[in-house]
């Protein structure tokens, strides 16, 4: 049971691409990118956490500064993340609205190679 | 590539790294251990340098050069994003008529969260050196406060509220602010990003040098690059049409 | 790792199947809210207030709402696409 948080990390990045490559619409992939995208921040904060009641690492008026904290640099690499890649995203999605425009489909198996 | 075959290539290639890494999580430190190195030498760092919050002493104090990268890619993102959703020469913009309202309660409430939202977004970035926020979370929150009015309003009533100019300049003044302020760090302390502003009292809001500038510049441009993202995709949604004839 | 952790953990694992083998792009983005809904309360419990602040608001509100978008911008221009189709005579004068 101490590596269950690692393994459900890893199941969620396996089941995105499984998504991914089972999918019959172009947006219903980018969602599936951004659950795998999800595993890895869980992988991160798993990493980062410490039982037995450690605190978040922020202190202020009640807690004194103590090294009793779980991993900040885990997090930090984390919340940044979460945002940028929503930019990326909507990248995505702004490609997807546009193959659509081109190509009258969004299913990847209808999608022609590349054309002359 | 037929689905079969697709779908016989995941599964084989799929259970190698399933069963790897499982491999690998069990030479970890298992869930919850007390090693913690890079805890170790950061929550000490950011003390010194008078941050409470020491997630935001990382972002912005101890590994800004990545924060840098980050937001490059963020307004990056965002002008590809709206290149690519711009109307094309066969498309025309549509003015949108002012149609149906919500109810009359949701537009209570809407009218009644909104300032309250965009106080809340500014609070959560000011305060993000002291306590858990920052510029990350306050543009965001500042960003969907803002739309708001586009749920209790009309499209319309949209557009007035967010004339499109002033957050693109927020969006590339934002980051430009980043390289700016890391370049004076450059001059005064020797190192790109260094914190050369004075440093207060642990816990006030103005005591921890450059990280609450940074904070406040991510936020600037963080709320600039969601606006001007979603608007783009407001504008596909609604307002563009294939010319006809 | 406690009860509370172990819990949250299943659900997120449970979301996330959710997400994934809802087939219509339309039941996906409500599920990717309630998705991101879990990952902020896992992440909560873990001790990350900075990062279940981000989430809430990126993965509930904005990405949410641009896959909506997104899925009717498809859907109209693909339905303007079918009634062209069906009036060819009109492109013709």
Not at chain 2, 82 to 99: N, Q
Not at chain 3, 41 to 69: H, K, R
Request: net charge negative.
């Amino acid at each position: 049971m101490a590596v269950y948080a690692y393994l459900v990390a890893g199941y969620l990045i396996l089941v995105g691409c499984y998504g991914i490559i089972r999918s019959r619409h172009l947006v219903h992939a980018v969602v599936c990118l951004s659950v795998a995208q999800a595993g890895t921040y869980v992988l991160l904060m798993a990493v980062g956490y410490q039982a037995g009641g450690a605190s978040a690492p922020v202190f202020g008026s009640t807690t004194e500064p103590n090294k009793h904290v779980v991993d900040p640099v885990v997090q930090a690499m984390a919340l940044t993340d979460i945002v940028v890649s929503a930019t990326v995203t909507a990248l995505l999605l702004a490609l997807a609205i546009q193959i659509n425009k081109r190509q009258g489909t969004v299913d990847p198996d209808e999608l022609a190679a590349l054309k002359g | 590539m037929t689905r079969l075959a697709r779908l016989i290539i995941f599964l084989l290639a799929g259970g190698v790294v399933a069963v790897a890494f499982v491999l690998a999580t069990l030479d970890l430190p298992h869930f919850g251990s007390d090693h913690h190195p890079y805890r170790d030498l950061s929550v000490p760092a950011a003390v010194q340098h008078h941050t409470a919050n020491v997630v935001s002493a990382v972002n912005f104090d101890q590994r800004a050069i990545d924060t840098f990268g980050e937001e490059s890619i963020l307004i990056a993102s965002v002008v590809g994003a709206v290149a690519l959703l711009r109307p094309s020469r066969e498309e025309t913009e549509r003015r949108v008529p002012d149609l149906g309202r919500a109810l009359e309660s949701t537009r209570l409430i809407g009218y009644v969260l909104l300032p309250i939202t965009l106080v809340l977004g500014i609070d959560v970035v000011a305060h993000g050196g002291t306590t858990p926020g920052g510029g990350f979370q306050g543009g965001v929150v500042l960003a969907t406060g803002l739309h708001l009015l586009y749920v209790v309003g009309s499209y319309p009533a949209l557009g007035r509220l967010r004339p499109l100019v002033p957050f693109e300049i927020a969006d590339s003044a934002g980051a430009a602010g980043f390289a700016v302020i890391g370049l004076i760090g450059l001059g005064s302390t020797g190192a790109f990003l260094g914190n050369f502003l004075p440093f207060g009292q642990l816990g006030q809001i103005l005591s921890t040098g450059t990280v609450q500038v940074l904070s406040g510049v991510v936020g600037v441009e963080v709320v600039g690059g969601m606006v001007v993202l979603l608007s783009s995709f407001f504008e596909q949604e609604i307002a563009v049409r294939p010319e006809d004839g | 790792m406690t009860a509370l952790v172990a819990v949250t953990l299943t659900v997120v694992a449970l979301a996330g199947t959710a997400v994934v083998l809802a087939d219509a792009p339309e039941r996906q983005a409500v599920t990717l809210a309630v998705f991101g809904v879990t990952l902020v309360v896992l992440f909560v419990v873990l001790q990350a207030p900075d990062v279940a602040l981000s989430e809430l608001g990126i993965g509930t509100a904005i990405v949410p709402l641009m896959v909506m978008l997104t899925i009717r911008t498809v859907w109209k221009d693909k339905q303007q696409r079918e009634r062209r189709e069906q009036a060819p005579s009109d492109e013709d004068t």
